[in-house]
């Protein structure tokens, strides 16, 4: 499709797992786009290297490139990272964000920050848009003081809150969820693969929060009234032995090896039980239904599979 200049996107870590989905969209949807990476930007010649956390080349970049859109995908998302790394978290996650809503603010870019479901504490599923977030680990503390950062220096900015993604991924451990499919490759070692049968997660596959935020871009140029926080999630809730069931389907691979533990894990950072999202706001706009988990993992694990 032809880009239409009247619709340029800045995409914000375009390297990552939701970032690459993002971009690929609004390319399709004819978006002038742009997409950048930091340490991986060597990898793909396609995108623009900056570092977030370098207020001076951002405000720089955006100044020349005033992009109408800026989704900003970029963050340490890995909650035992963040417990490791909390200063360098709090800049990127928090200042990164506050700076960046501030350059989109002055070229007049409307700004989607993209959130989690892990703002919530998980122990009063479902959660509507204007629920009260309540972290309980440094991760979702620092997305919340994220979301509170954008929106304290840019009123329109708009939240979009997510919960665990998949998608193609460079490696099975890119994703929380087609990391569980190593077990099922590696088979039986002689020590059984203990599986979480405890929290209660929505997959969610990036092609579909890449449309909704398509969705949202689109709707706020043609005039719409886009604001606040909005919800997208998955439909199917799965406990990581439940996904890793579907997958042993899916690709007929035996998992006599793999035993379920329905007790709450004890080790890492703590995880919310069950943040189910509630996504009526973005149902009201149209968004088309999510892929099943057994479609969207089909096709992502695919490749994997062949080369086992
Ligand atoms: N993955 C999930 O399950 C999940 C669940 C809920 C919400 N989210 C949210 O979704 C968003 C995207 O997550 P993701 O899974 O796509 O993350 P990801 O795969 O870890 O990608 C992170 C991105 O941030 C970029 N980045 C890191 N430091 C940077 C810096 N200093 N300057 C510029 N860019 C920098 C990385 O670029 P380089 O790699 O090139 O350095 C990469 O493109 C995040 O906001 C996350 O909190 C993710």
């Known amino acids: ?26 390319i399709a949807a004819g978006w002038h786009s742009t997409g950048l990476a930091f340490s ?22 955006i100044d020349d490139l005033k992009p109408n859109v800026i989704v900003h995908c970029a963050a340490e998302r890995s909650p035992d990272a963040v417990d490791q790394k909390p200063a360098e978290t709090f800049q990127l996650n928090v200042q990164s964000t506050q700076h960046l809503s501030q350059c989109a603010k002055n070229v007049g870019a409307f700004l989607l920050y993209i959130s989690t479901d892990y703002v919530f504490d998980g122990n009063a599923p479902p959660y509507t848009e204007d629920a009260t977030p309540h ?31 998949y998608g193609p991924v460079e490696k099975l451990s890119e994703s929380a969820v087609t990391v569980l499919f190593e077990k099922l490759l590696e088979g039986p070692t002689g020590k059984p693969a ?30 719409e009234e886009i604001r ?9 809730c799965l406990t990581k032995y439940e996904m890793v069931q579907h997958m042993s389907k899916i690709f007929g691979l035996p998992m006599d090896h793999v035993v379920a533990d329905a007790t709450k894990p004890t080790s890492g950072a703590a995880r919310p039980y069950d943040a189910a999202l ?6 009201k706009l149209g968004a088309p239904t999510p892929m099943s988990f057994a479609d969207g993992i089909s096709s992502v694990l695919s490749p994997f599979a062949r080369k086992a």
């Open 278 to 283: 509630s996504c009526s706001r973005l149902e």
């Open 40 to 61: 991986r930007a060597d990898r793909h010649p396609n995108l623009v290297k900056a570092d977030l956390c370098d207020p001076v080349a951002m405000e720089k970049l």
């Open 135 to 165: 972290p309980i680990n440094k991760y979702g503390e620092s997305k919340l003081a994220g979301e509170e950062a954008a929106v304290s220096v840019y009123p329109d900015a708009v939240i979009l809150r997510v919960p665990v993604l």
């Open 1 to 26: 499709m032809a880009t239409n200049s009247s619709k340029r996107v800045l995409i914000t870590g375009a390297s990552g797992l939701l970032g690459r989905a993002v971009l690929e969209a609004f």
């Open 228 to 236: 606040g926080v909005y919800h997208w999630s998955g439909k199917d």
């Open 194 to 223: 203990v599986m979480s049968h405890y929290e209660r997660r929505y997959p969610t596959h990036v092609a579909d929060i890449a449309k909704a935020l398509v969705l949202l871009a689109t709707l706020k140029l043609q005039g």
